[in-house]
């Protein structure tokens, strides 16, 4: 923040003596691109101007979010950005199909599923690379019935570990992890969401992991706060997935004003705090509200 402030002062103060000694001179002052010039760069220093006033303010709610500690779960669950719509909640009951669907759903946009345990899926697609190594994107796909943090924390080093084990056969620089669970212990789920929201996704220089976490009993939709560490082009790719998600899901519940009960286990600000921790297994327990996995 300290060092984009200080190049924001020096563009200015440049810019400044430039255009004044241009001034001084009238026969540079009467060059027209000389004018075109100065006026780029005044636009160009608004721009860096209205980034660096967003990122001072954004800062602060990049909070670290501890999964341990229920004021900080609670913080978390409170946040709407995070939260669907009333109508999600319980959607796995209205979507019973739903873990079947979304895998198809990636099938149909050219990527190839292959189950591989303890995932439901794990999948490629070619990237257009001319003139160089051909080069993949990379999905997983995981289901836990009773998700936390721990799990999340296992899955993520292990998807790490997969990229990097197939850097030579199938490079991607560029991988989703997409967590998947209809657990009803809401806590439990938002101290697994802690983990996918302070991830901070970037593996290397060049290739980066980008976790999102479906609730499909709470209605909630996680994702990392901080993706600044990534390559812009990276971060325009992952929030252009993660919207194409979120549509898909939406497309799944017709509109509608009805307004779905709430359960007991909703926390409120003095709510006890419940968490049990649960290890990852490479047998992935089958939803009660999905059909037999697809082979």
Request: one cysteine or more; hydrophobic letters at 40%.
């Amino acid at each position: 923040m300290i060092s984009q402030f200080i190049l924001l002062v020096l563009f200015s103060v440049g810019v400044y003596i430039l255009y004044r000694k241009a001034q001084s001179v009238p026969e540079i002052s009467a060059i027209k691109w000389v004018g075109t010039l100065f006026t780029v760069s005044l636009v160009i220093l608004v721009v860096m101007g209205v980034l660096f006033i967003f990122q001072l303010f954004s800062s602060g709610w990049l909070e670290r979010f501890d999964p341990g500690d229920p004021k900080s779960v609670h913080r978390l669950d409170r946040i709407r950005r995070f939260r669907l719509s009333s109508r999600f909640v319980h959607l796995q009951n209205t979507w019973p199909t739903w873990r079947k669907d979304i895998r198809q759903a990636f099938e149909e946009q050219g990527w190839t599923m292959r189950v591989r345990e303890p995932y439901d899926a794990i999948g490629i697609r070619p990237r257009w690379t001319p003139f160089r190594r051909k080069r993949f994107d990379r999905v997983f796909l995981f289901y836990h019935p009773m998700l936390n943090v721990i799990v999340v924390d296992q899955v993520l080093k292990n998807c790490e570990r997969l990229i990097f084990d197939n850097e030579k056969t199938q490079p991607s620089r560029r991988n989703l992890v997409i967590l998947l669970t209809d657990m009803t212990n809401r806590d439990e789920v938002t101290s697994a969401g802690a983990g996918t929201v302070n991830y901070l996704g970037k593996l290397d220089g060049r290739t980066s992991l980008y976790p999102m976490l479906i609730d499909f009993n709470a209605g909630r939709f996680f994702y990392p706060l901080d993706s600044t560490l990534m390559r812009i082009t990276h971060r325009f790719w992952y929030r252009t997935k993660r919207n194409q998600l979120l549509n898909y899901i939406r497309e799944q519940v017709p509109t509608t004003d009805e307004k779905f009960p709430s359960y007991a286990d909703v926390p409120d600000d003095h709510s006890d705090f419940q968490t049990r921790k649960y290890a990852m297994t490479s047998d992935v327990l089958s939803s009660d509200h999905t059909d037999e996995r697809d082979t």
